[in-house]
């Protein structure tokens, strides 16, 4: 066992917790001393420190696991601070920039993809929504700033959730296709089970959570591991309806909206442990999947980039 800590990558998790805690301290403080964004210097400490850097780090285990918490509490987060009177007045807004966000890279990457690459009509499908899809990583610079309530943020936010959900149905819908499974039987599965799992987030959790906050007062630390368990079953259950989890916790965010003040000490414990702790795991995981030795490997992986 004690052997195992002098070998890369590093899969002790005290040691594997220490030394991420100890760049999430240290790296943003340096990169805001030269002007730049802090999750900057946290995505390229990831690089450095995962299996494409100097693989320093296992990228799976327990920082796969608190990577994974990150997302959800980025998405989270973003649902919980959208204001909602702005959102509706610009839902038209964010519809439209949701669709163009999603059919302009899939159309124009699914003919590159056929045309240029010479790929398969499903590795070109597959590939075109990934350039679709986009996610909210710049969010922790938008909530420090104070600046979520404003329209463009809605609008954005809004247009995020509609691409990233339709590019990871449309990722169902490869697989199954890819496994031969895309029948008469799969759409109606999958178009029930969404509906039954929507009716229950926006309908059932409402409910438990007035109920809960209502009958369970003065417990900050309850109310806290409450909200965050409600999170992780909304994205369990929406893994179980065949969506992906981030929906659920975006989803959950929007549920606890009007339930839990913005000038509540319950807001701040909660922005503060995510900003804190959680989404730097996230940045730093993000890292880890990036691999720069691709872009110097062969002309391939340029001409895709190009």
């Known amino acids: 066992m004690e052997s195992a800590l002098y070998h890369l990558p590093i899969t002790e998790p005290v040691i594997v917790f220490g030394i991420v805690l100890f760049v999430i301290l240290v790296v943003p403080m340096l990169f805001t001393r030269f002007r730049i964004p802090g999750i900057i210097g946290l995505i390229l400490s990831g690089m450095i420190l995962g299996p494409s850097g100097f693989n320093i780090i296992a990228s799976k285990g327990s920082i796969e696991l608190l990577g994974t918490v990150g997302l959800m509490y980025l998405m989270f987060l973003a649902g919980l601070e959208l204001d909602m009177h702005t959102f509706a007045q610009s839902r038209k807004k964010s ?43 710049s969010y922790p610079i938008i909530s420090r700033f104070r600046i979520t309530k404003i ?51 926006l309908f059932i959790f409402p409910l438990i959570g007035k109920w809960f906050f209502r009958n369970i007062t003065g417990e900050p630390i309850s109310q806290y591991v409450f909200v965050i368990t409600m999170v992780f079953i909304a994205g369990g259950l929406a893994k179980l309806a065949g969506i992906e989890p981030i929906i659920g916790a975006f989803l959950a965010g929007i549920t606890f909206n009007r339930l839990i003040p913005r000038s509540s000490t319950l807001m701040n414990r909660i922005e503060f442990i995510g900003n804190a702790l959680f989404i730097p795991f996230f940045l730093i995981f993000v890292g880890m999947f990036i691999d720069l030795r691709v872009f110097f490997s062969g002309w391939e992986s340029i001409k895709v980039a190009i």
């Open 151 to 201: 329209e463009p943020v809605g609008v954005a936010i809004g247009g995020t959730i509609i691409t990233d959900t339709l590019v990871l149905l449309l990722l169902v819908v490869i697989t199954a296709l890819f496994k031969g499974d895309l029948t008469y039987l799969f759409w109606v599965g999958l178009t029930l089970k969404t509906i039954l799992y929507l009716g229950f987030i």
């Open 95 to 137: 519809i439209v920039f949701g669709a163009l966000t999603f059919l302009v890279p899939i159309i124009i990457g699914y003919f590159v993809c056929i045309w240029v690459l010479g790929l398969n009509q499903i590795a070109s499908l597959l590939i075109a929504s990934m350039f679709s899809t986009h996610t909210l990583i």
